[in-house]
């Protein structure tokens, strides 16, 4: 196919089984640069498994999937993927919680992940910069000494944002960022994704059906393994299809 | 680069405890070789020996901290490591005997006669030179651990799988040395050592020397893990050790990190070994017994894992709680030993260290009790982060 170029993520025909259920079904899927996308469905809808095949964890058993137009990312492990700049913000929010949450910035922010230039790493002002100005976006400058365990699950969703940020990613996956948030918060969190969406495409996975409105992007609904139906939100949901397998009567 | 790297390696922590180590290298042996016996002040030579022994377990339980406590990986094997280095140390003593040994051959050593052995082993060319003795006492263990690490780690072989085989690869080389074809003394080991560097082993000088080597050693190792801790990479260790597979999801290389805590852990355990050996004047293939090792992981978790000082401590007090219960109540030693492991994992997850950390950070909260003014988020979030009630 001829439309793979310009693209920033490029799923085609993909298929994973475990044990026999087919957890995606030819799943074909397109991100452009600098792009939102929404992702609804069901529980077991396959958004977390497509999650996994995206950033190596899982092998998809066919299909092709592509970073750039021209990277496959089935050949790659997690870290190789990470490190071409793909970062993932997890569902249940995954924090080192007996580090500060200064130390997860630096940790995540991108450096060079060699062992030795790792050992002899030290923070120059630029880095210090760039982790405060994290910090700022994040809120938890006030909280920066902090332990990443005595964070209320809200500020570890953020922080994770932040980690997604400090890795400075050309595609972010974020699988139910606003999970356990407050409506400020939530409302926060779809601005701030908004913003970063001006200059990185980002894949966001989500129930909350008015922070996908907040986001106003373009929304693809999944069910079993298969796009459902694509479009904006109002197309989306007007979909009998969607209504009647997602939504509800 | 490397400056900045040991700069920060010297929190207050560490410079305390190397500097009482190096202490410990130049008043013990004047304290046992300068007072004469029987005045007050007098080290006698059986106890320099005997904590320079402790010295060089301790040494072996901070190079399993940096693997198991640090990063993670709990290691049923490190004895094997050190038993190498010891190894490569006897060997290097058995070639210093010369003629002096029962049969009197100055090329081969006595068990080897015994065996009929007309010529030295390939693989004991070159421990006659203390030098070669020395590299062999840091690569043998580096390499074995190398290669272990690079195939379990990279096919992500974790938790208790990985005690696991540990447990298996020391149980193996035990078999083995067992071997009198193995070329290293079978049953009996390497023993009956005469000479290091010239120097009569038994003579007091020599082993007050060698306890000043074992703490310089152990000040070194401190240095080095401290380093290694406090580094950036200690930081991503302990990520490892936390959460794994979200630290691969930033883009480091799990394996690899494992990989150097490992390989950096069994060259010191090696170098432990190596110390140990002259010292008790014997190895044999009884040091691979994974009892050993998991003895030090005892020593390990009663001292306080993932703290430079904790095993060192733990090493210490368990040995020389060893060393009494031995002699007093030989039959009550391994209940007490279980007992211990059995308590310290109870009451004591973070060991003795950990006990003397949360005493303090009680007593310090209790001077500090102002609370400082909560962020926004954290009233939102409903946080009291530190009761007022005390005004």
Redesign the interface.
């Known amino acids: 196919m001829s439309d793979k170029t310009g693209t920033m993520l490029y799923l085609d025909g993909v298929s994973v089984a475990f044990d026999g259920f087919k957890a995606i079904n030819n799943l074909s899927l397109i991100v452009y640069p600098a792009e939102m996308l929404a992702i609804i469905g069901p529980n077991g809808a396959g958004k977390t498994t497509m999650m996994d095949i995206i ?1 190596g ?1 899982t092998r998809p058993d066919d299909g092709e999937v592509l970073f750039d137009g021209r990277t496959d990312l089935t050949r790659l ?3 190789a993927i ?2 071409l700049g793909i ?2 913000k ?1 569902q249940k929010p ?6 500060t949450v200064w ?1 997860n910035l ?3 922010l991108r450096k060079p ?1 060699g ?1 030795f230039a ?5 923070a120059d002002a630029a880095d210090i910069a760039r982790i405060e100005d994290i910090l700022n976006t994040v ?2 400058g ?2 920066k000494n902090d332990l990443a365990a ?1 964070l ?4 570890k969703q953020w922080l994770e944002i932040g ?1 997604l940020l400090a ?1 400075d990613p050309k595609l972010l996956l974020v699988d139910e960022p606003v999970a356990g948030m ?1 409506d ?2 939530t409302a926060e969190t779809a601005k701030l994704l908004r913003e970063i969406a001006t200059t990185r495409s980002v894949v966001v996975v989500e129930h909350d059906m008015s922070f996908v409105r907040d986001l106003g992007s373009r929304v693809t609904c999944l069910a079993e393994g298969a796009v459902l139906a694509e479009g904006s939100l109002e197309q989306v949901s007007a979909n009998p299809l969607v209504i009647e397998r997602y939504l509800g009567r | ?2 400056t ?2 040991l700069f ?1 390696a010297l929190d207050r922590k560490a410079i305390w405890l190397i500097g009482i180590l190096v202490a410990l290298a130049v008043l013990v042996p004047a304290a046992n070789l300068l007072i004469p016996p029987g005045q007050f002040g007098h080290v006698p030579n059986y106890a320099v020996t005997l904590f320079g022994k402790y010295l060089s377990y301790a040494m072996l339980a901070l190079a399993l901290d940096l693997v198991w406590g640090y990063c993670g990986i709990l290691s049923l094997g490190h004895g094997a490591f050190f038993a190498l280095g010891g190894y490569a140390m006897g060997m290097y003593l058995m070639r210093q005997i010369g003629n002096r040994g029962v049969y009197a051959n100055a090329q081969l050593p006595d068990f080897m006669v015994f065996l009929n052995w007309k010529e030295l082993p390939w693989y004991w060319q070159g421990f006659d030179n203390f030098a070669f003795a020395m590299l062999m006492v840091m690569l043998v263990p580096g390499i074995l651990a190398f290669v272990f690490g690079f195939l379990a780690f990279r096919s992500r072989v974790t938790g208790v799988y990985l005690s696991i085989i540990t447990q298996a690869m020391t149980y193996a080389l035990l078999l083995a040395f067992f071997r009198n074809d193995m070329g290293f003394g079978g049953n009996n080991g390497l023993t009956d050592f005469k000479d290091i560097l010239g120097q009569p082993i038994a003579a007091p000088t020599t082993r007050a020397s060698l306890f000043a080597a074992t703490a310089i050693a152990l000040a070194l190792s401190v240095l080095v893990c401290s380093t ?1 801790v406090r ?3 200690g ?2 260790m ?2 490892v050790r ?2 794994e ?2 630290t ?7 394996e ?2 494992k990989l ?1 805590a490992f390989v950096v852990s069994a060259v010191m355990a090696g170098i432990a070994g190596a110390l140990y050996v002259p010292q008790v004047g014997i190895i044999n293939p009884g040091e691979f017994d994974p009892a050993n090792s998991i003895e030090v992981v005892i020593w390990t978790a009663v001292g306080g894992r993932g703290t430079i000082v904790g095993p060192i401590i733990g090493a210490i007090l368990v040995n020389m709680g060893k060393s009494y219960f031995t002699g007093a109540l030989p039959e009550l030693w391994l209940f007490a030993l279980g007992a211990l492991f059995v308590g310290v994992t109870l009451f004591l997850p973070k060991g003795i260290v950990g006990l003397l950390g949360q005493y303090r950070s009680l007593t310090t909260r209790r001077e500090q009790h102002q609370p400082q003014t909560p ?4 009233l ?2 409903g ?1 009291d ?1 530190q009761p007022k009630a005390a005004e």
């Open positions: 950033t964890k492990d997690e870290a990470a490190n970062g993932r997890f995954t924090v080192f919680e007996s580090q130390d630096e940790m995540a992940r062992i790792t050992l002899f790493y030290t809120r938890l006030h909280r005595n209320s699950h809200g500020q980690m890795q407050t400020s918060e | 680069m490397l900045q790297a920060r290694i580094s950036k990479l930081k991503v302990v990520a936390d959460a597979s979200r691969r999801f930033l883009g480091y290389r799990v690899y990190v150097f962020g926004p988020m954290q939102e979030a946080l982060p």
